[in-house]
Each structure stands twice: as structure tokens, then as C-alpha cells.
């Protein structure tokens, strides 16, 4: 069985400054993992994915993250951050042989201020 | 790209009554798909697994005679809310699994309000 670990519940930051939101997970099995972002009331939009190859995976907005297998971590990161980025942010991974079937981090809210 | 859709987006029942969602893969086909349940202001629970021509799977603690799974077609899961109850008010989300077996797809879920 897998686990995710979302190190902050809450990330405050100011407009046009970087951000970094951490994840570690926990598998004894290859594993594929996941950044969503969740606006209020709305359903889950994929951000990026690292299935296999780069390290650093770009995705949409300008975020990006990258895996580190040895520290088994997935942290998501972005330059400079806008209001509209405000939302909550979930990492999720799942085992590459149960593909599909993915365990969620308990969410990070990320809160840009002007 | 892959498109999956939930109906009805919200809803609102009355308490002893059965709610039915749809979960529908657009442009692909699902033998897979994956029911989860958000409570506000937490993560997403996996309830089920639904596999196309045979029974669900179902995590510990979920209760199959309540949350009845129909995975009928290779493009539509349903998820039957059953004797609904006010706790079981919630964010229901479904995920479908494209046949290159990598990732799954979500829909923008439903809301259930249990009055």
C-alpha cells in the first residue's frame, strides 16, 4: 500500500513570489505520481504527471515539479505565483501496476495575497 | 483529449430516498473506473473500484449494500446513493482509466445534499 504525506496544510504567499508545495510518499512498488489543483465547489484538474523518463516534469500555469526517487518526494513549484492560483492543491500517487487506483495527500491551500 | 463527465453535478434529496450518478468516459473506453468521496475540507477517499461485466470492489469500511456500483458499458459507471442519509452528504468523484493503463481521468464530480 502507498501513502502521500502533504507537508503543509497551508502555504501564504504573496503575489509574484515562488512557491514550493511538498510531497513525500511512501511505496514499495513503482509508483506514478500527481499534482491536481481544486478551485471551490469544482472537480479535480490535472496539473502535471511524472509516469517515467524526466525527472522534472512541466505542467500547466507554470508549475513544475520534480522527483526525486532517493527522497521519494514530489514537490510542485512555481516561480512567481498569481491570485488566481489561490485554491487547494493535492498530490496523489499510484502504483504503476494498479494504475488508475490513487491515494490522495491530505491537500495544501494555497493562499495568494496582493 | 480524455474527457470524463458526472451527472448531475448537484443534487438535493430528501432523507430515505436512492440517488443515481453517472460517470461517463466521452472519447475513450473505461473497463476501469474509480468512485472517491470528499467530505468538505479534506482529501479524496477511494470507495470503489468498478470493473466493466463484473461486481466492484469496494475499500474497507464502505458499505456495498449502500453505495451500489453498476459498471454496465466500457463507457458508464453509476454509483446509487441508497436510503440516503443526511451524513452522507458529500463531494462524489469518478475517475476513469484509459486503456493505456497510466493514469485515470476525473470528472468534475457531484455534489449530494441530503435534506
Redesign the interface.
Known amino acids: 500500500a502507498q501513502s502521500v504525506t502533504q507537508l503543509d496544510s497551508q502555504v501564504p504567499v504573496f503575489e509574484e513570489a515562488p512557491v514550493e508545495l511538498r510531497c513525500n510518499y511512501s511505496s514499495s512498488v513503482s509508483v506514478?505520481l500527481?499534482w491536481?489543483v481544486q478551485y471551490p465547489?469544482?472537480?479535480?484538474q490535472?496539473l502535471l504527471?511524472y509516469?517515467s523518463g524526466s525527472t522534472l516534469v512541466k505542467g500547466i500555469n507554470g508549475f513544475e515539479a520534480e522527483f526525486n526517487k532517493s527522497q521519494t518526494s514530489f514537490h510542485l513549484r512555481k516561480p512567481s505565483v498569481h491570485i488566481s492560483d489561490t485554491a487547494e492543491y493535492?498530490c496523489a500517487v499510484?502504483e504503476?501496476t494498479n494504475?488508475?487506483?490513487?491515494?490522495?495527500?491530505?491537500?495544501t491551500t494555497l493562499t495568494v495575497k496582493p | 483529449g480524455a474527457v470524463v463527465s458526472?451527472h448531475p453535478s448537484w443534487v438535493i434529496c430528501k432523507s430515505g430516498t436512492s440517488v443515481k450518478i453517472e460517470c461517463r468516459s466521452l472519447d475513450f473506453q473505461a473497463t476501469?473506473m474509480?468512485w472517491y468521496r470528499q467530505f468538505p475540507k479534506?482529501?479524496?477517499?477511494?470507495m470503489a473500484?468498478s470493473n466493466e461485466g463484473s461486481k466492484a470492489t469496494y475499500e474497507q469500511g464502505v458499505e456495498k449494500d449502500k453505495f451500489l456500483i453498476n459498471h454496465a458499458s466500457l463507457t458508464l459507471s453509476t454509483l446509487t446513493v441508497t436510503s440516503a442519509h443526511p451524513e452522507d452528504s458529500s463531494f462524489y468523484?469518478c475517475?476513469?482509466?484509459t486503456r493505456m493503463?497510466?493514469?485515470?481521468?476525473?470528472?468534475?464530480?457531484t455534489?449530494l445534499t441530503v435534506v
Not at chain 2, 479534506?42 to 477511494?46: K, R, W
Open positions: 506514478y500527481f491536481y465547489n469544482q472537480g479535480l490535472l504527471k509516469l493535492f499510484s504503476t494504475a488508475g487506483k490513487s491515494t490522495f495527500g491530505d491537500g | 458526472q476501469t474509480f479534506q482529501s479524496l477517499m477511494l473500484t468523484i475517475s476513469a482509466l493503463n497510466t493514469e485515470a481521468f476525473f470528472g468534475q464530480g455534489r
